[in-house]
């Protein structure tokens, strides 16, 4: 492999509704020192417009869902890096991404980078945004099998080896799915916890209904796509469960949930490699199989 120059391609996906915030992380990027950054912003269902100098626009005429509008901006930007960026997302350091470049290099089989996310206002870091199953020290690195895409670096050459974003996921998971097709590939995917961004940690004060249809789906979703013979058996009952108890006082999410399950097993897939039994053992090793 030539070695990884420090170039980044940063796609920004938005929908335009938040124009103060998306200002903000496209200014964090272009403030960047010790590398290079090709930007480029993705309307999603919005045309975007005041842009800054030099940065790009694609303009998806409908929302396509996250995964499609982050790989709109792909072929738009040049770099060894592709940086993905939702537009609430601000990198507080102007050498986050030179960090996170010598990261890669000092760990050559290390493909996709997550760093830490906080609040900027101080309030408690939610456990889904850490990537591991023990979160008591967001602080700590370590190998990672989840995603919080928020910010999410990976290497071009093997973002396109693995197939990109998954566009059928359209919300939710589908960073799940591309940490284990590069784990699937023979490389290692990194939760930084010592490269800072800051992103809100504020709650809906209710799901709406599609939260709990694409959680439900998407998770059939993961398990058709790669999970081998038995394994993908245990996994999704292991979520049915898991999912039955938590909303087991909201009847109302509980049947936007089974309708969602359903729906996963109905969605057509592209033709798709299962993971190794291999990687099936390396999860396992580190504590994380594929059923939780």
Known sequence: MNELSPTFGCIVLTQGNRPAQLKAAISSILGQ?????????????????????GVKSVFINENLGI????NAGVNSVTGDFLFFLDDDVVLEDIDTLEKIYKKFIAKPKVALIQPQPKDPNGLPTPRRWIPRLNTKNP????????????????????FQKVGLWPYEFFYGHEGIDLVWRIWDAGFKCWY???VIVTHPAVEPETRHKIYYQYQARNRVLLARRNLPGFVSFWYLLNWKIISIIRLRG??????????????GKLVELLAHKKMSWLTV?????FLRPPII
């Open 139 to 158: 602080d700590r690195s370590s190998h990672m099998f989840s995603l919080w895409e928020g910010a999410t670096t990976v290497r071009r050459d093997v």
């Open 250 to 263: 909201n009847k109302e999410a509980l049947s936007e949930f089974k309708l969602g399950w359903e729906d």
């Open 33 to 53: 020192v010790g590398v290079t950054t090709d930007v480029v912003v993705v309307g999603n269902g919005w045309q975007p417009k005041s842009l800054p100098e």
């Open 67 to 70: 995964p499609a509008g982050r």
């Open 281 to 285: 053992a390396k999860m396992t090793f």
């Open 192 to 194: 930084a916890g010592d």
